[in-house]
Antibody, heavy 125, light 107 residues
């Protein structure tokens, strides 16, 4: 059974940093791309970014709203993906989800097949 | 980036009826990389359709997706009370974007 569990959500002040983790099981993590999404309170879904498998160079892509502030990484030995967030603003408040996408092609970022339950990040002074 | 516009914003129908949800893109979606999700209150999204028309494993055949280019449709035939949810379309080209969602209410 595929499982994804996010952790690390917290209340943080604007301008601070936070790292989220996505612990996975039930599939070959090293062969899979991993995605991050978020959802502000009462709002719609937003794609945050993606990291491809090392087979495809481990390349990363980000939404314009987080590029230069957020970094996605992966630990294939422990089947964990991370989302490092810097210079947080109130606009970054929301539930953050990690997801295992369906196959990711060079010109795509993949549709999220398996999702975690989400972790809440609140940015407030 | 591609802007997705979903309509209607809210749809209110009775059990057994057919629901038709629209997703229009501001430019052609690469290789029809278009997905539909269902999100129930307090839950993570659930993938229904990918590649515009392929049903994800385990999804009932009441759910179907059609369309190409800039116009896409999710159809739910024979609505059931459990279909109460918000439905999102996503284009998963580079970069990916979502529509704002359609809220489906069951009378």
């Amino acid at each position: 059974e595929v499982q994804l569990v996010e952790s690390g959500g917290a209340l943080v002040q604007p301008g601070r940093s936070l790292r989220l983790s996505c612990t996975t099981s039930g599939f070959s993590f090293r062969d899979s791309a991993m995605s991050w999404f978020r959802q502000a309170p009462g709002k719609g879904l937003e794609w945050v970014g993606l990291i491809r498998s090392e087979t495809y160079g481990g390349t990363r892509e980000y939404a314009a709203s987080v590029k230069g502030r957020f970094t996605i990484s992966r630990d294939d030995s422990n089947s964990v993906a991370h989302l490092q967030m810097y210079r947080l603003t109130t606009e970054d408040t929301g539930v953050y989800y990690c997801a295992k996408p369906l196959r990711v092609y060079p010109d795509s970022t993949g549709a999220g097949k398996y999702w975690g339950q989400g972790t809440l990040v609140t940015v407030s002074s | 980036e591609i802007v997705l516009t979903q309509s209607p914003g809210t749809l209110s129908l009775s059990p057994g009826e057919r629901a038709t949800l629209s997703c229009r893109a501001s430019q052609s979606v690469t290789s029809n990389y278009l997905a539909w999700y269902q999100q129930k209150p307090g839950q993570a999204p659930r993938l229904l359709i990918y590649g515009a028309s392929s049903r994800a494993p385990g999804i009932p055949d009441r759910f179907s997706g059609t369309g190409s280019g800039t116009d896409f449709t999710l159809t739910i035939s024979r609505l059931e009370p459990e279909d109460l949810a918000v439905y999102y379309c996503q284009q998963y080209g580079r970069p990916s974007t979502f529509g704002q969602g359609t809220r489906l209410e069951i009378k």
